[in-house]
């Protein structure tokens, strides 16, 4: 892993309505690094991650991405940038009426990069592979368990060849035996592609399986950050019920003004 940034944030406010949701967010994502981003429903991890994205705007402060900075560059430049990111959403997004083959394949069609019709089903079946997902091809995502699809939407977020790959709760809804398989596949996508992976889940127990570094947004500020080993022993009261998942503490008074 570099030490060079993929992603730098400093100072990001985002305001939703009414609603303040992101309050001064400070955060950077290392080249090569998974980056788990965890804390309670409703705190602005998906909004975060939508701001990485360029899919929500913010108010102020500086997001810089690959060297782009979203308020200095030009719409061509940002949209280059964007051409370099995969997004997994929570629910997997596929298209109803596509085939898992082209919803996989639809980055590649969208993106006119000149490939031919044979080089784009290579890609595909070498990434269903990837995923476990062989065979697959032709099933609409009707016949696919929660678990499959969100395999479909990696191998699909991949497919253009991203720098950076974006995971909105990637595990939600999963039996542990699938949870597990994701864990394994988020690791797997970063060693075999090379990507930088940010992912924001409220789930610790798959984060510290899966991240190089973990994140904790509170409130909508980063309150802690360090390695899995470390992140479990920090003395931040919040961060320790969180760990413990206990029921009274800081942040349930969070949650009782929710």
């Known amino acids: 892993?570099?030490?060079?940034?993929?992603?730098?944030?400093?100072?990001?406010?985002?305001?939703?309505?009414?609603?303040?949701?992101?309050?001064?967010?400070?955060?950077?994502?290392?080249?090569?690094?998974?980056?788990?981003?965890?804390?309670?429903?409703?705190?602005?991890?998906?909004?975060?991650?939508?701001?990485?994205?360029?899919?929500?705007?913010?108010?102020?402060?500086?997001?810089?991405?690959?060297g782009c900075d979203l308020n200095d560059c030009s719409e061509e430049q940002i949209n280059l940038v964007r051409q370099h990111m995969g997004f997994v959403?929570?629910?997997?997004?596929?298209f109803d009426w596509m085939t898992v083959a082209e919803n996989v394949a639809f980055p590649l069609r969208v993106s006119d990069k000149g490939l031919t019709e044979f080089e784009i089903m290579n890609r595909v079946r070498k990434l269903l592979e990837a995923v476990g997902m062989e065979g697959t091809e032709?099933?609409?995502?009707?016949?696919?368990?929660?678990?499959?699809?969100?395999?479909?939407?990696i191998a699909r977020a991949l497919a253009a060849q991203p720098d950076l790959v974006l995971y909105d709760e990637p595990t939600s809804g999963l039996d542990p035996v699938m949870v597990g398989i994701i864990n394994e596949l988020i690791k797997r996508m970063r060693d075999q592609f090379g990507v930088t992976e940010v992912v924001v889940t409220h789930d610790l127990d798959s984060a510290l399986k899966f991240a190089d570094r973990i994140?904790?947004?509170?409130?909508?500020?980063?309150?802690?950050?360090?390695?899995?080993?470390?992140?479990?022993?920090?003395?931040?009261p919040m961060v320790q019920q969180f760990v413990r998942g206990d029921a009274f503490g800081p942040l349930t008074e969070f949650l009782d003004r929710l």
């Open 215 to 236: 994140a904790m947004l509170h409130d909508g500020r980063i309150i802690a950050e360090a390695s899995p080993e470390e992140f479990i022993r920090l003395s931040n």
């Open 89 to 94: 959403f929570q629910s997997g997004a596929l």
């Open 138 to 153: 032709n099933l609409l995502p009707e016949q696919l368990s929660g678990g499959m699809k969100k395999r479909v939407a």
């Open 1 to 66: 892993m570099s030490g060079e940034l993929a992603i730098l944030m400093e100072g990001v406010f985002c305001q939703l309505g009414k609603k303040l949701v992101l309050n001064g967010v400070d955060l950077f994502v290392r080249k090569g690094e998974i980056l788990a981003v965890v804390g309670l429903s409703g705190t602005g991890k998906s909004t975060l991650l939508k701001v990485i994205a360029g899919l929500v705007p913010f108010q102020k402060g500086r997001v810089s991405i690959f």
